[in-house]
């Protein structure tokens, strides 16, 4: 298997620029190595310290201000009053376990089920993404009596010994374990017929499985595909291969951990713009803008097969606080209208990515739905190859000059551009123009 750019390599802080940082800085990576250690990442060829947020805004603790258009936990803006004073509340009035009744729970499961198929008639809270495509998984295997998965090549779904082996982004050596089939989505740009390909490709995936003895229990998927890169087009496309996967009896997972909650402007889920009713849908990061919570949405039958077998308990999942943060970004995102403000912002934005595109040959492609968009750098001086030098140069220039940004992709060479919902025009305008800046600061 060719090497894959791990999710977590992406723009990480590396100790060999140490010397490089302000004394400050250095002093602070040295304090967080010496307590929390090596797994500890950081981000930037000198890191940040941010000290405060509002909006779309970062203030470091110098008080300069960066423009956030990577961060999509806090997709309501950061620090949204709402979501603050609702926290609070409640959390002065009553917090525990979610083993008394209390009828926030029932209101907010009803009132986000309500967002979803009608098939997927039951919402467990727990509180990370991680937590929710670890019950997807014992879900499908549970259901199906089958252990294989399929994944995309550079996916990521969390970080549990279980999520682990079906995120290849994370291998950092090795190769997958047996019962995981990889699907190259970074060839689907040379499709012809892309949904063609990719049910193609799944049926593939289905019959090595099969061959391998292990079966196809579920189909993982984040359905728009962020850390490979952010596939989004055409629309449509995962459907050809739900339908077959479902037709063989394996269950279809949408992982909308990262284009739930509105972002892909269309409607609260990413998998509505291809169509398909997933039998499992699992929700995180902008869930509580912030505050740790996250859920999965299966139709009952699968949860009562889980809790025949184990039970399942969350502590924290579905807390009142949790229910207070959830029921306030619910109310937030249809009293603002962020869905609508996504789809415009994100169509701007895509125009005038596109026009950069067709005056910087080193871009070479703008994707996305709303205000999920990827774009990829390449070396024009060698054959258009994807470029994550380039990359990595840009978001840290991009960092310098206010803006804060990520990459993504197989090979480390699409820039993430995913701000808050309620993005405005001016500061698209501001991105747009720093990131013309930073094309020419950094050219060869
Ligand atoms: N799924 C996707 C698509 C993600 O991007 C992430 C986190 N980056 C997760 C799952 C895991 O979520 P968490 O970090 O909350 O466990």
């Known amino acids: 298997m060719e090497k894959v750019r791990g999710i977590l390599d992406q723009n990480a802080f590396s100790m060999a620029h140490i010397d490089k940082a302000d004394a400050r800085i250095g002093a602070l990576v040295r304090k967080r190595l010496e307590t929390v250690g090596p797994t500890s990442m950081l981000f930037y060829e000198e890191p940040l ?58 209101r907010y499961a009803e009132r986000l089920l309500d967002t979803l198929p009608r098939t997927l008639n039951r919402l467990v809270m727990m509180c990370t993404g991680s937590e929710s495509n670890d019950m997807a998984l014992r879900l ?21 010994a279980a999520v682990t082996e079906v995120s290849p982004s994370s291998y950092k050596q090795g190769t997958p374990p047996d019962h995981v089939h990889i699907l190259p989505i970074s060839r689907m740009s040379e499709q012809a017929d892309p949904a063609a390909w990719f049910a193609e490709q799944v049926r593939y995936g289905i019959e090595q499985l099969e061959a391998r003895g292990h079966g196809c229990a579920a189909l993982l998927v984040d359905s728009i595909f962020s850390s490979d890169g952010i596939y989004a087009d055409p629309a449509g496309f995962l459907k050809p291969a739900v339908e077959l996967l479902q037709s063989r009896g394996g269950l279809f997972i949408s992982d909308e951990v990262q284009p739930g909650f509105g972002r892909t402007g269309q ?25 740790p919570m996250s859920g999965l949405a299966a139709r009952e039958e699968l949860l009562a097969v889980l809790n025949a077998d184990v039970g399942y308990f969350n502590t924290f999942g579905g807390s009142p606080v ?3 943060a959830g029921t306030a970004v619910l109310d937030v995102i249809a009293e603002e209208d962020l869905m609508a403000n996504a ?27 709303g205000l999920f968009l990827g774009l990829d750098l390449c ?17 840290n220039d991009l960092k310098r000059n206010g803006v804060l940004i990520g990459g993504a992709g197989k090979s480390g060479s699409t820039l993430k551009i995913r701000p808050p919902l309620c993005i405005e025009r001016s500061e698209a305008d501001l991105f747009l123009d720093r990131f013309e800046q930073s094309l020419r600061t950094t050219a060869r």
């Open 49 to 106: 310290h941010i000290v405060r947020g509002e909006r779309v805004w970062l203030f470091d603790d110098q008080g300069k201000r960066y423009l956030d258009v990577y961060n999509n936990v806090p997709s309501i803006g950061h620090c949204h009053p709402r979501v603050v004073q609702a926290v609070a509340e409640q959390m002065g009035t009553l917090n525990v376990h979610n083993r008394y009744l209390h009828e926030g729970i029932h």
């Open 140 to 160: 499908a295997r549970g259901w199906t009596g089958r252990q294989g998965i399929i994944v995309t090549e550079a996916a990521y779904h969390g970080n549990t």
């Open 267 to 291: 409607g609260m889920w990413g998998f509505s713009r291809h169509g398909v009713t997933p039998d499992v849908v699992t929700m995180g990061k902008p869930m509580g803008n912030g505050f």
């Open 322 to 324: 949790a229910v207070a």
């Open 343 to 369: 789809t415009r912002q994100g169509e701007y934005f895509k125009r005038q990515l596109q026009d950069i595109q067709a005056r910087f040959e080193e871009v070479s492609d703008v994707r996305g739905a």
């Open 379 to 395: 070396d024009p001086t060698r054959d258009g190859a994807p470029d994550a030098q380039r990359t990595t140069a840009l978001i």
